[in-house]
């Protein structure tokens, strides 16, 4: 059964930096496009970064680029999110999603909590 796991979430000051993990079981991650979303509550759901399958090219949106990276280990199917330099702002359920179309998602996991507080 295909499934994406994500971990790495946690408690963190305004500053600090933490490594999202989205393990991929069931399914060959690196033929997918992977995303990283967040939800923040009373908030929509916001599109965050995304890694291309083939090339790997990554885009980011607007609140987090020069911050956050994404990146694929295609030996451990697995894909990382390195949020640096974290915002209150950046509180949220993060959660990943693997579609095999750029505007797919196909499969997700099941979210990890951020929180950006001092």
């Known amino acids: 059964q295909p499934q994406l796991v994500e971990s790495g979430g946690g408690l963190v000051q305004p500053g600090g930096s933490l490594r999202l993990s989205c393990a991929a079981s069931?399914?060959?991650?690196?033929?997918?496009?992977v995303h990283w979303f967040r939800q923040a509550p009373g908030k929509e759901r916001e599109g965050v970064s995304c890694?291309?399958?083939?090339?790997?090219?990554?885009d980011y949106s607007d609140s987090v680029k020069g911050r956050f990276t994404i990146s694929r280990d295609s030996a451990k199917n697995t894909v990382y999110l390195q949020m640096n330099s974290l915002k209150p702002e950046d509180t949220a359920v993060y959660y990943c999603?693997?579609?095999?179309?750029?505007?797919?998602?196909?499969?997700w996991g099941q979210g990890t909590q951020v929180t950006v507080s001092s």
């Open positions: 890694i291309s399958k083939g090339n790997g090219s990554a």
């Open positions: 999603a693997a579609g095999i179309g750029r505007g797919r998602t196909d499969y």
């Open positions: 069931g399914f060959t991650l690196s033929w997918y496009y």
